[in-house]
């Protein structure tokens, strides 16, 4: 496996995933705004949240593009197609698993049953992360699945 390119390469996919995220995000198609979301685990400040949660952005991005790259070696071969799969299987696992179980570790996103009472300044995302706009699946899709190809075709050229 090419170490370096990994390195580089997973920094180059998950700013073109947060490119086409924010690109959604002022397009009007979804409100999921993933360094908000990451950010608030550690400040309540919504402006120091963001940046703190992009900076957890890339490092989480950088932890899936070495799970990425060790599938790539283990199958023998990188391509843009392979990829595009795996960011499919990534994002089905978010989507279904990981994004509605958050309320039940996020100290300051509210869940399905907190009722009006809640202090929660972020709302639960719900299965398929709903709550934020109903075309915020697809985009989640089409991000995820970016990210793996974009990754795939480096890797692939390297």
Known sequence: ????????FGL?????????????QLAGL?????P?????????????????GFLMHLGIG??????????????HRATWWIGALLGAV???????VILPLLPGVHPRMASPRAGPASTAVLEPPG?????????TPTVAVVVHILYGAVLGLLLDGA
Request: glycine letters at 8%; a negative charge; proline letters at 1%.
């Open 12 to 24: 180059v996919a998950t700013t073109a995933l947060t490119a086409a995220l924010v690109a959604a």
């Open 90 to 96: 990534h994002v089905g696992i978010a989507l279904t």
């Open 127 to 135: 299965l398929f992360a709903v709550n934020y706009g109903v075309q």
């Open 36 to 52: 908000l979301v990451l950010g608030t685990l550690v400040t309540e400040d919504p402006d120091r949240a963001r940046i703190v």
């Open 1 to 8: 496996m090419d170490w370096a390119g990994w390195a580089l």
């Open 62 to 75: 950088q932890g899936f593009a070495v799970g990425y790259a060790a599938t790539f070696a283990l199958l």
């Open 30 to 34: 979804t409100r999921l705004d993933f």
